[in-house]
């Protein structure tokens, strides 16, 4: 008992496995990674320095920016337009309404190039088709009674101008007209004024067919053919005899 606390004494065996450490634990063995020697054949390559001159002076290979030079109005002018033309086809084909635009613009020069081709004019066609409530426009400015239709469309005709000959042969019908007082011939009227003018019958209704071959020679531009003039001139010739 040491001052008044009693001690007990421990086996030898416990006191000895608590101080001796454990070598599993603490210490491993060393491992041998030892291997066959490398025997490889290394072969030593060196750059040619012929070849190397060769790619240096190759011009496709050098990659240095040129000396800048200071922009002019117009290449700044290019410029923008390049980015304008590239932002609005982009759009164009990102965008429902930008496809619409497109299709629409390839409809309208498809139509053009057409009528380029047929060698129509078109606001005479555009014009011909809208001139009914147009009275601000003068077709015909001639004074048509001051005018000798027979011998005017003769020299026409002699002169083989069938698209001009068409023109006079309607002023004639309209000067017939206007000498029965079957319409009020004024300038600025169109055309399709007179046709209007008439009551129903067959004197309007040729007086129809005739505007009909004006709109297509004059409005159209289409050039009239020997053939096609005799036609004209039959049916004016027909139209004629219902007047007298």
Avoid: C
Avoid at 148 to 177: D, G, Q
């Amino acid at each position: 008992m040491l001052g008044g606390i009693p001690v007990f004494a421990q086996p030898d065996s416990v006191v000895s496995d608590t101080l001796e450490p454990v070598n599993d634990f603490f210490y491993e063995d060393p491992i041998d990674f030892s291997g066959p020697a490398d025997s490889t054949q290394i072969e030593v390559r060196e750059f040619s320095a012929a070849e190397v001159e060769k790619l240096k002076a190759d011009p496709e290979l050098i990659y240095t920016q040129p000396p800048t030079v200071a922009e002019t109005l117009w290449d700044r002018f290019l410029k923008w337009l390049g980015w304008l033309l590239d932002s609005l086809f982009d759009k164009s084909i990102t965008t429902d309404l930008g496809r619409l635009l497109m299709y629409t613009l390839a409809i309208i020069l498809t139509i053009v190039v057409i009528m380029m081709l047929l060698r129509v004019n078109a606001f005479r066609v555009f014009y011909s088709g809208a001139d009914a409530g147009n009275q601000n426009y003068s077709i015909f400015h001639e004074n048509i009674h001051e005018m000798n239709f027979e011998e005017l469309i003769r020299e026409a005709t002699e002169k083989m101008e069938y698209r001009l000959a068409t023109r006079l042969i309607f002023l004639y019908a309209l000067k017939m007209l206007s000498d029965k007082h079957l319409i009020d011939f004024k300038a600025g009227k169109t055309n399709h004024d007179y046709v209007e003018e008439l009551q129903k019958g067959e004197i309007k209704t040729g007086l129809n067919e005739l505007s009909f071959y004006f709109d297509y020679a004059w409005y159209g531009n289409f050039a009239i053919s020997k053939s096609q003039f005799q036609k004209v001139n039959s049916t004016f010739l027909i139209w004629m005899e219902k007047v007298r």
